[in-house]
């Protein structure tokens, strides 16, 4: 991160989050193990595997609570995934029956946007980890590493746009923002890290 992000960190929702997390962040990181998995072809289809069900259990919510598509759209990486799994070979069917974890319930907006940070956020992290699949495996984003991409060229403007979003919640939405972006971090911990086939119940 620049010193210019951190310019003007009082009062800022977004610091407020990164600070708040930054342990549930930590958590994942280590947990995620994505170099070992991302080595193998095998494994990066699995991780992705995993990272469909969780995208097609919450993006549908988060579009519902927040009920503003025309911010959210550009956001949703569902499609990226599942073009990048039918380049590794999955058929429509396989990726339709991808396991997903149990339903998440988001009350609103407040509770839409903790969780959108969360997956906005892993974009910034997302793109060292496309720079190794691109290595590993001659991927990019037009085929194969296309979520890893992130967001592409318009990576910067939607993140600030983002956290220009964050900074005109209300004061009184904060508690719920963070309290999401913590359980999401947390959910996806336990979906992306449990035993490869383990799927709701
Ligand atoms: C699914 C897994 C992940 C999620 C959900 C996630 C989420 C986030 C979030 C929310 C932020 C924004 C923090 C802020 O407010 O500045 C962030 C930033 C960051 N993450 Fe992750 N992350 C994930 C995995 C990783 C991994 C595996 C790495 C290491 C390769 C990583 C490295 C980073 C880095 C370096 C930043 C700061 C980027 C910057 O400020 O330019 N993340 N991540």
């Given at each position: 991160m620049s010193?210019?992000?951190m310019s003007d960190r009082t009062g800022n929702l977004r610091w407020r989050l990164r600070e708040e997390t930054a342990t549930a962040h930590e958590a994942l990181e280590r947990d995620l193990?994505?170099?070992?998995?991302?080595a193998s072809l095998e494994g990066y289809r699995g991780l992705l595997g995993r990272?469909?069900?969780f995208h097609a259990m919450i993006e549908p919510e988060i579009g519902r609570a927040l009920a503003d598509d025309a911010f959210f759209a550009p956001?949703?990486?569902?499609?990226?995934?599942?073009?990048?799994?039918?380049h590794l070979g999955l058929s429509e069917a396989e990726i339709a029956a991808l396991p997903r974890p149990e339903?998440?319930?988001l009350s609103g907006?407040?509770?839409a946007l903790g969780a959108l940070y969360v997956l906005e956020g892993?974009?910034?992290?997302?793109?060292v980890i496309g720079r190794r699949v691109a290595a590993l495996h001659g991927f990019d984003a037009e085929a194969g590493a296309a979520y890893y991409g992130g967001h592409g060229d318009q990576a910067g403007a939607l993140w600030r746009s983002f956290c220009a979003r964050l900074d005109e919640a209300p004061e009184a939405d904060a508690p719920a923002i963070v309290a999401t972006a913590d359980a999401l971090f947390e959910a996806m911990r336990l979906w992306l890290c449990a035993p490869a086939?383990?799927?709701?119940?």
């Open positions: 010193d210019d992000d193990a994505w170099e070992q998995r991302i990272l469909r069900g956001r949703r990486r569902l499609a990226l995934l599942d073009a990048d799994l039918r339903p998440m319930t907006p407040a509770q892993s974009t910034l992290g997302g793109k086939g383990t799927a709701a119940a």
